[in-house]
């Protein structure tokens, strides 16, 4: 079925170290990717989004890699920090209009 | 610029009743969703609405129903309330219903069912 799933549920880095949190999405026709941060008692907060004519985007202190052929999505967060720590979702975007698919998420836990 | 609006917060109701979720949008987005978050199940797509019509609902019994008012605001109905229904359930927007938008969520709306 529809699926947009995480590798690693539970990340653990250390303060100032990068981060990267993978994606795997199933649907190829999807177009248009979001990756969100969620803190405990808040809703989703966008991050970066990336449109699948490009392979690269980068944000203030993250970066979005999209790879079609073996349709995986990774968000990288460089110089991690305490305030990092949260659940990141990754989401895609179908042919079928406003309906996001979200991964089950990956909690990030950063070490000081 | 305020952010999507959820209210309330938190809201209890028992086995058979009839929960109503109330959302404000972004100003000047129009497009309206609604999304469940179970413990363990991940954000599950339920409805979107924009320009006051439903236009896409997800895998949900008929019991979650919703309208869009002309100010661009939204309601969550659900019926019949069973215990599987305890969830928070979280509303977004975006500036319009074409694709490649993020969508901008608010805080949501924690339900508990006893």
């Known amino acids: 079925g529809e699926s947009v799933g995480l590798h690693l549920p539970t990340l653990s880095v250390q303060e100032g170290d990068n981060s990267i949190i993978n994606c795997a999405y199933s649907n190829s026709a999807s177009d248009y990717f979001i990756w969100y941060k969620q803190e405990s008692g808040k809703g989703p907060q966008f991050i970066i989004d990336?449109?699948?004519?490009?392979d690269k985007r980068q944000g203030q202190r993250v970066t979005v890699l999209l790879n079609k052929t073996v349709k995986h999505l990774s968000l990288q967060i460089a110089a991690t920090q305490p305030g990092d720590s949260a659940v990141y979702f990754c989401a895609e975007n179908t042919s079928q209009g406003g309906k996001l698919i979200f991964g089950q998420g990956t909690e990030l836990s950063v070490k000081p | 610029e305020a952010g999507v609006t959820q209210s309330p917060t938190h809201l209890i109701k028992t086995r058979g009743q009839q929960a109503t979720l109330r959302c404000s949008p972004i100003s000047g987005h129009t497009s309206v969703y609604w999304y469940q978050q179970a413990l363990g199940l991940g954000l599950q797509f339920l409805l979107w609405?924009?320009?006051?019509?439903?236009?896409n609902r997800g895998n949900f019994p008929p019991r979650f129903s919703g309208r869009q008012f002309p100010n661009y605001s939204s309601e969550l109905n659900v019926n019949a309330l069973e215990l599987e229904d305890s969830a928070l359930y979280l509303c977004a927007s975006s500036p319009w219903r074409g694709g490649n938008q993020p969508q901008h969520f608010g805080d949501g709306t924690r339900l508990s069912i006893l």
């Open positions: 609405y924009d320009e006051g019509e439903e236009r």
């Open positions: 990336i449109r699948s004519n490009m």
